[in-house]
């Protein structure tokens, strides 16, 4: 299987920093006394290199620096028993100011993967310049790969710009989810939407180099307060879960989610551009509510694409 080596990717990073550079408010910008941005141990890098042996998909090749780091391949989903597991790990425990994380994920030919997180992701409070990441995800021939972190958790004065870029064959499937939390909420009287910046931009090509959808989402509660109509007025979490799969299998999912409009949460579903899949939307008080509804977004896509069932939750996952 062609696989890209990570010394490839470097050019889009340099490209896509800049542009963060440009894009992050000025006064987000300056240099951390105690250690510039993207120095030794805050510049993280994870390649996930994923293929197929047999009936079997494995972890074959994994490089990785400084603070980021991945638990071995486990096989423990037992609808999925050939299905490798993997866990990515931050060896600083959260995100600080002047990170720079890059995690590529590649699966070859055939072959599937889950990759999740260890725990929520936390982006502590920044006096000087911002955190960032950029995601590669990277689908080959008929692969299949489910990516749900957990949660991420925005602290009072926050700033953190997450890029995640998608090249895929169309006859593969991607499930990855993004959930936002605003802030901890009985921590302190301004902590909640207490967050400086917040950026997230997904963006798909197929193997033709088609650019087939961009989405961005820009948070910036001291210029529009989060409470406002067209932010998430009365709520607080934000969840959104892509699904890129085959023409296929899109109305069968589509048929499944009808639009909800309550007290609790609420949320819809709707197709991408370019018949490229599917796009969830969810809004609650609640991260239970918010992944419960993932959850069965998640299994009713593993359902229709690969005819298997979504085991339950571990304990420390509910």
Same mark, same amino acid.
């Given at each position: 299987?062609?696989?890209?080596?990570?010394?490839?990717?470097?050019?889009?990073?340099?490209?896509?920093?800049?542009?963060?550079?440009?894009?992050?408010?000025?006064?987000?910008?300056?240099?951390?006394?105690?250690?510039?941005?993207?120095?030794? *141990?805050?510049? +993280?890098?994870?390649?996930?290199?994923?293929?197929?042996?047999?009936?079997?998909?494995?972890?074959?090749?994994?490089?990785?620096?400084?603070?980021?780091?991945?638990?071995?391949?486990?096989?423990?989903?037992?609808?999925?028993?050939?299905?490798?597991?993997?866990?990515?790990?931050?060896?600083?425990?959260?995100?600080?100011? *002047?990170?720079?994380?890059?995690?590529?994920?590649?699966?070859?030919?055939?072959?599937?993967?889950?990759?999740?997180?260890?725990?929520?992701?936390?982006?502590?409070?920044?006096?000087?310049?911002?955190?960032?990441?950029?995601?590669?995800?990277?689908?080959?021939?008929?692969?299949?790969?489910?990516?749900?972190?957990?949660?991420?958790?925005?602290?009072?004065?926050?700033?953190?710009?997450?890029?995640?870029?998608?090249?895929?064959?169309?006859?593969?499937?991607?499930?990855?989810?993004?959930?936002?939390?605003?802030?901890?909420?009985?921590?302190?009287?301004?902590?909640?939407? +207490?967050?400086?910046?917040?950026?997230?931009?997904?963006?798909?090509?197929?193997?033709?180099?088609?650019?087939?959808?961009?989405?961005?989402?820009?948070?910036?509660?001291?210029?529009?307060?989060?409470?406002?109509? *067209?932010?998430?007025?009365?709520?607080?979490?934000? +969840?959104?879960?892509?699904?890129?799969?085959?023409?296929?299998?899109?109305?069968?999912?589509?048929?499944?989610?009808?639009?909800?409009?309550?007290?609790?949460?609420?949320? +819809?579903?709707?197709?991408?551009?370019?018949?490229? *899949?599917?796009?969830?939307?969810?809004?609650?008080?609640?991260?239970?509510?918010?992944?419960?509804?993932?959850?069965?977004?998640?299994?009713?896509?593993?359902?229709?694409?690969?005819?298997?069932?979504?085991?339950?939750?571990?304990?420390?996952?509910?």
């Amino acid at each position: 299987n062609k696989m890209t080596h990570p010394q490839n990717i470097n050019d889009e990073v340099e490209k896509t920093r800049k542009r963060w550079d440009k894009q992050i408010p000025k006064e987000y910008r300056q240099e951390p006394e105690q250690m510039p941005s993207g120095a030794i *141990g805050k510049d +993280g890098f994870l390649y996930l290199g994923f293929t197929r042996t047999g009936r079997k998909s494995i972890l074959h090749r994994m490089e990785k620096r400084t603070p980021l780091f991945a638990q071995k391949a486990l096989y423990h989903d037992e609808a999925l028993p050939d299905l490798p597991c993997v866990t990515v790990i931050s060896t600083s425990g959260c995100v600080l100011q *002047g990170d720079r994380m890059v995690l590529s994920i590649n699966v070859g030919e055939n072959a599937f993967a889950s990759v999740n997180t260890q725990s929520a992701t936390k982006v502590h409070s920044m006096d000087k310049n911002y955190g960032a990441q950029i995601q590669f995800i990277q689908l080959n021939e008929n692969s299949y790969l489910e990516y749900l972190p957990d949660p991420l958790i925005l602290h009072r004065n926050a700033r953190f710009v997450n890029d995640t870029v998608i090249d895929y064959k169309r006859n593969a499937t991607l499930i990855y989810s993004e959930v936002i939390i605003p802030g901890r909420r009985y921590h302190h009287e301004n902590e909640l939407n +207490g967050f400086d910046y917040y950026s997230s931009t997904v963006s798909a090509k197929d193997e033709s180099g088609n650019i087939l959808f961009k989405e961005q989402i820009v948070l910036s509660p001291k210029e529009h307060p989060m409470t406002e109509i *067209g932010v998430i007025g009365s709520f607080q979490i934000i +969840g959104t879960i892509f699904i890129l799969t085959p023409v296929e299998n899109i109305a069968s999912i589509l048929s499944t989610f009808k639009a909800h409009y309550g007290k609790d949460c609420c949320y +819809g579903m709707s197709t991408l551009p370019a018949e490229s *899949g599917l796009i969830f939307k969810i809004l609650a008080n609640d991260s239970s509510i918010i992944k419960k509804h993932i959850r069965t977004v998640w299994a009713t896509t593993r359902k229709v694409v690969l005819n298997a069932e979504l085991p339950a939750p571990f304990i420390w996952k509910k």
